[in-house]
T-cell receptor, first 109, second 118 residues
Framework: EDQVTQSPEALRLQEGESSSLNCSYT??????LFWYRQDPGKGPEFLFT???AGEEKEKERLKATLTKKESFLHITAPKPEDSATYLC??????????FGPGTRLSVLP | ETGVTQSPTHLIKTRGQQVTLRCSSQ?????VSWYQQALGQGPQFIFQ???????GRGNFPPRFSGLQFPNYSSELNVNALELDDSALYLC?????????????????FGPGTRLLVL
């Protein structure tokens, strides 16, 4: 059974304080690992798709990396507007996406 | 802007009632999935429709059912509502190109429908 865990559950940073979020997964044949950002009461907003170990993608202050067992979302010099819940999901050979519980990020000014 | 819309935005029902939630996908997206997201949790997969047929289902009872239409719209129907059905319901659409093609299958979410069952 495909599974995704995320850590930490919640993270509080000062503005400018860089950190990383972790997504650990087990999946039968990875067809994609996905990162989403979700603001309270809204639908998830797509950030990145990673397909194979060693792959990296960047967008503004965010950088996602992938190994065979986990993915990291690195946040460099975060700003208060980066505060949100960050969701990780995987898709294996099955038809559905499996999501982790998310990491709630708060960036204080 | 994902091009995926959902209606209504909020809904209040009482236990035992039935509800229909609607989703309009991006043009050209032939696959739509529905998710239930309880407060503080990640989205849980309900089912998926591809070319108007259900082709994947999560751990949800048969009182959760759906339809997909040729015009890229879809519905989630829930019968005999229970208090635990209170959640944010999300639809997500993508283009599926067949089993050997899978690497352009990022899905995009709508804003969700917040359902409260009293």
């Amino acid at each position: 059974e495909d599974q995704v865990t995320q850590s930490p559950e919640a993270l509080r940073l000062q503005e400018g304080e860089s950190s990383s979020l972790n997504c650990s997964y087990t999946v039968s044949g990875l067809r994609g690992l996905f990162w989403y950002r979700q603001d309270p009461g809204k639908g998830p907003e797509f950030l990145f798709t990673l397909y194979s170990a060693g792959e990296e993608k960047e967008k503004e202050r965010l950088k996602a990396t992938l190994t065979k067992k986990e993915s990291f979302l690195h946040i460099t010099a975060p700003k208060p507007e980066d505060s949100a819940t960050y969701l990780c999901a995987v898709r294996g050979y099955g038809q559905n996406f499996v999501f982790g519980p998310g990491t709630r990020l708060s960036v204080l000014p | 802007e994902t091009g995926v819309t959902q209606s209504p935005t909020h809904l209040i029902k009482t236990r035992g009632q039935q509800v229909t939630l609607r989703c309009s996908s991006q043009s050209g997206h032939n696959t739509v999935s529905w998710y239930q997201q309880a407060l503080g949790q990640g989205p849980q997969f309900i089912f998926q429709y591809y070319r108007e047929e259900e082709n994947g289902r999560g751990n949800f009872p048969p009182r959760f059912s759906g339809l997909q239409f040729p015009n890229y719209s879809s519905e989630l129907n829930v019968n005999a509502l229970e208090l635990d059905d209170s959640a944010l319901y999300l639809c997500a659409s993508r283009t599926r190109g067949g089993e050997g093609w899978g690497f352009q299958e990022t899905q995009y979410f709508g804003p969700g429908t917040r359902l409260l069952v009293l």
